[in-house]
């Protein structure tokens, strides 16, 4: 009796313990899903307007590379498939990737997305090959693109690398930086340092904040999960799993947070997400 007797208050605490656990998550997720959000937009994105990001190569001239772009997006059948609505208008823009190939000299190369691309570990290790690769100059680039949009994936971490950065294009003053170039990339360290600096200049996520949220959302605590970038940047999925769905799209948007998915192939179906982004990042 006295052993049925312990079990029995055992299963009573346990079960307390749990009704107090599933109202303390419930009051959790109630409280940050209340939680007021401003928005910030520093002119990159326009309302009614689907930006398409496009792969071309910097060392083109800078006419090739804008026809190439338009021509790519207007072959797209990612986009022409889409049945867009009628008010919404496509701009296309462009995808380089940024790396510093010596200390305080960066160049911009033509972006490489492999089969594998979405994987963390694979991204991390690109710098091997970046010395290599052909670019040009960040600065003139920077100058020849002051009108459009541009997507930089920064795959280097140098140490202090966002400083000289940060330096070296405000040092180039080109008027309304923000509103044509946003930073993105697999380092962590080294956006968020970058984004403290320059505040008002536009930053991306990485896979890691997608991990991240789904992993909150897998506990029914998404509007828990923080996110410190203006904007949500990732495939739709990672080595077959879902990185972001309609429940995160909904969330994001709640938020004001920008959303641009991609790479895309041809036969991801981004429209199922209910809610359209404010961007796409097309293959080559």
Same mark, same amino acid.
């Given at each position: 009796m006295g052993f049925f007797g312990n079990a029995m208050n055992v299963l009573k605490i346990l079960t307390a313990v749990l009704f107090v656990l599933a109202f303390f998550f419930i009051s959790l997720?109630?409280?940050?899903?209340n939680t007021p959000y401003a928005e910030y937009n520093s002119g990159f994105f326009e309302?009614?307007?689907l930006l398409v990001?496009?792969?071309?190569?910097?060392?083109?001239?800078?006419?090739?590379?804008?026809s190439v772009a338009k021509e790519h997006v207007q072959a797209s059948k990612a986009i022409s498939n889409a049945e867009l609505?009628?008010?919404?208008?496509?701009?296309a823009g462009f995808h380089y990737d940024l790396v510093e190939i010596s200390e305080g000299k960066f160049q911009v190369q033509k972006s490489s997305f492999? /089969?594998?691309?979405? !994987?963390? $570990?694979?991204?991390? #290790?690109m710098q091997t090959a970046m010395t290599q690769t052909?670019?040009?100059?960040?600065?003139?680039?920077? /100058?020849?693109?002051? !009108?459009? $949009?541009?997507?930089? #994936?920064?795959?280097?971490n140098n140490e202090d690398m966002h400083q000289r950065l940060s330096q070296l294009i405000a040092n180039a003053k080109i008027p309304e930086f923000e509103k044509h170039f946003l930073f993105y990339g697999p380092y962590q360290n080294v956006i968020l340092s970058l984004k403290d600096l320059q505040p008002s200049w536009m930053f991306?996520?990485?896979?890691?904040?997608?991990i991240r949220w789904n992993i909150w959302k897998g506990f029914y605590l998404l509007p828990?999960?923080?996110l410190k970038s203006d904007v949500w940047i990732s495939p739709l999925q990672l080595k077959k799993r879902s990185l972001i769905d309609s429940e995160i799209m909904t969330e994001l948007h709640r938020r004001y947070k920008k959303v641009i998915l991609g790479p895309l192939e041809i036969q991801d179906d981004w429209k199922s997400l209910g809610e359209l982004p404010e961007g796409l990042i097309l293959l080559d």
């Open positions: 997720n109630k409280i940050f899903k309302k009614n307007q990001f496009q792969v071309v190569d910097p060392q083109q001239s800078f006419e090739q590379r804008q609505p009628s008010t919404v208008s496509i701009q492999e /089969k594998d691309q979405t !994987s963390v $570990r694979r991204e991390g #290790r052909p670019g040009v100059d960040l600065i003139p680039f920077l /100058k020849e693109h002051s !009108s459009d $949009r541009v997507l930089l #994936r920064i795959l280097s991306g996520s990485s896979f890691v904040d997608a828990v999960a923080s």
